[in-house]
């Protein structure tokens, strides 16, 4: 008896059968980043908080209102909270980056990734959409709970009157940026700590200390600092002694990009 052994491609067994080619799309990528940011328990402890300031904030502006500050411009006192709230966002940004380096999360994303650019571009437009969601959201339930107490006083506002609705939004865009210029900079340090420091230093503290110089010229710099840019958005009228709404949107979004592309050339260039 003698057996037939017969070789070639059309008798390749299954288990030598070529695997499916791997694919890598933007989608994908997203995709991936939306589940990692609301699979974390931070995420919505550090959102809620957010929210949950702004709001409480808001609400006391407006049961303790007695007429004292009225020159104050309406949105602006009712959203007064939001200063408290950018923290929570800036840290949240940086958590979203950083993070997955004290995680050592971020070899996976890499090794998924080798491009490397697409993984922090999507954490950036992830960040983005929900940020401003959140913040714009809370702005708006802020502002009408706020009204029930401002009603009958001189901040009486609806978000039918012309600017309310501009303003609010202009806010929660502000607070996108800020918390994205975080995001930029836990990408850049690579650590939590290091980058909370780095925001509160260089964002915060950094241009306070500047404007005590008694330098017009650098006055005229420092209203252009990113916190010193959002506290011009976010208004129905113009806030005193800052630049135009306009010029701030524009030294924001700069200042964001800027960090971001910083954090591309590190990344593309540093190892993991």
């Known amino acids: 008896m003698s057996t037939l052994t017969t070789t070639g491609p059309a008798h390749?067994?299954?288990?030598?059968?070529?695997?499916?080619?791997?694919?890598?799309?933007?989608k994908g990528i997203l995709r991936s980043e939306w589940h990692k940011l609301w699979t974390l328990r931070s995420t919505w402890i550090t959102l809620l908080t957010a929210s949950a300031l702004v709001l409480a904030v808001?609400?006391?502006m407006g049961v303790t209102y007695d007429g004292d500050d009225a020159e104050i411009d309406t949105i602006v006192f009712t959203l007064f909270g939001t200063q408290l709230s950018?923290?929570?966002?800036?840290?949240?940004?940086?958590?979203?980056?950083a993070g997955e380096y004290s995680t050592g999360m971020i070899r996976a994303s890499l090794s998924a990734v080798p491009?490397?650019?697409?993984?922090?571009?999507?954490?950036?437009?992830?960040?983005?959409?929900?940020?401003?969601?959140?913040?714009?959201?809370?702005?708006?339930?802020?502002?009408?709970?706020?009204?029930?107490?401002?009603?009958?006083?001189?901040k009486a506002l609806s978000l039918t009157d012309s600017g309310v609705l501009?303003?609010?939004?202009?806010?929660?865009?502000?607070?996108?940026?800020?918390?994205?210029?975080?995001?930029g900079l836990?990408?850049?340090?690579?650590?939590?700590?290091g980058a909370i420091g780095a925001f509160v230093g260089a964002v915060l503290i950094l241009p306070e200390v500047l404007s005590m110089l008694p330098s017009g010229a650098v006055d005229t710099v420092v209203r252009h600092f990113p916190a010193q840019a959002a506290s011009s958005l976010g208004s129905v009228s113009r806030v005193e002694n800052t630049v135009a709404p306009g010029t701030a949107l524009f030294a924001l979004v700069l200042w964001a990009a800027a960090v971001l592309a910083a954090a591309s050339v590190l990344l593309k260039r540093r190892d993991v």
């Not at 390749?12 to 933007?26: D, F, I, M, V």
């Not at 999507?122 to 339930?141: D, G, M, R």
């Not at 836990?186 to 700590?193: D, M």
């Open 115 to 154: 491009t490397r650019l697409p993984v922090l571009w999507s954490k950036a437009a992830i960040f983005t959409a929900v940020a401003f969601t959140v913040s714009f959201v809370t702005n708006l339930v802020t502002f009408l709970a706020a009204q029930i107490w401002l009603s009958d006083s001189d």
């Open 166 to 183: 501009g303003a609010l939004a202009s806010s929660a865009v502000a607070l996108t940026l800020l918390s994205l210029i975080a995001l």
């Open 12 to 26: 390749r067994t299954e288990s030598q059968a070529p695997a499916p080619a791997y694919r890598l799309s933007a």
């Open 86 to 97: 950018q923290i929570c966002l800036a840290v949240l940004g940086i958590l979203v980056t």
């Open 58 to 60: 808001g609400i006391t």
């Open 186 to 193: 836990g990408a850049l340090f690579r650590s939590v700590p």
